[in-house]
């Protein structure tokens, strides 16, 4: 039993370098959420999906892309990345009909923009 | 735009007390809210969920309420122990999905 799953745990870039965050879930979830956690500004989300196929963007989605090609992953991706980006992602699901269930938070990603 | 503001940002208490940590939000029109703890260096985990026709949950020692009106949710702690210590997130739910994060109380039980 899984649950939400993030790779890497840990992350160093140098400033325009690109990257993919990875996530994936086995609870068949249909919606899957990031945020980005920063001392003083709390959780923040960034992008989310209702399924595969369907994507948004949530408060902070500048510099950040995401896509969702199957119900498991929902990658999350820095064309070019910036120090402003130093952050800890998280990725979160859960059922989309299911109010009475609470979002799985995924371990996170420490990325550091040099 | 909904803001969720969690009071005192830390809290030291020696073991065994009882204690009660608070979130306000500013927009009534939540569907729940669900409280999470997070250990340094790691994930949120998900402690109690508070739909929004619910009053409040509980779950062992760990009481939380919901007063929608007023925007205020507290989460009781009975007979703290050192390993309550951690950082308490609360989340209301802004739409179905959407999570609305406080900066959360950082808790020290003291042995």
């Known amino acids: 039993n899984a649950g939400v799953t993030q790779t890497p745990k840990f992350q160093v870039l140098k400033t325009g370098q690109s990257m993919t965050l990875q996530c994936a879930q086995d609870m068949n979830h249909e919606y899957m959420s990031w945020y980005r956690q920063d001392p003083g500004m709390g959780l923040r989300l960034i992008h989310y999906s209702v399924g595969a196929g369907i994507t948004d963007q949530g408060e902070v989605p500048n510099g950040y892309n995401v896509s969702r090609s199957t119900t498991e992953d929902f990658p999350l991706r820095l064309l070019s990345a910036a120090p402003s980006q130093t952050s800890v992602y998280f990725c979160a699901s859960r059922p989309l009909l299911g109010l009475d269930q609470p979002q799985h938070f995924g371990d996170g990603t420490r990325l550091s923009i040099l | 735009k909904q803001e969720v503001t969690q009071i005192p940002a830390a809290l030291s208490v020696p073991e065994g007390e009882n204690l009660v940590l608070n979130c306000s939000f500013t927009d009534s029109a939540i569907y729940n809210l669900q409280w999470f703890r997070q250990d340094p260096g790691k994930g949120l985990t998900s402690l109690l969920l508070i739909q929004s026709s619910q009053r409040e949950q509980t779950s062992g020692r760990l009481n939380a309420s919901l007063d929608k009106s007023s925007g205020r949710s507290t989460l009781y702690i009975a007979a703290s122990q050192p390993g309550d210590s951690a950082t308490y997130l609360c989340?209301?739910?802004?739409?179905?999905?959407?999570?609305?994060f406080g900066q959360g109380t950082r808790l020290t039980i003291n042995p």
């Open positions: 989340a209301v739910y802004q739409g179905a999905q959407k999570l609305v």
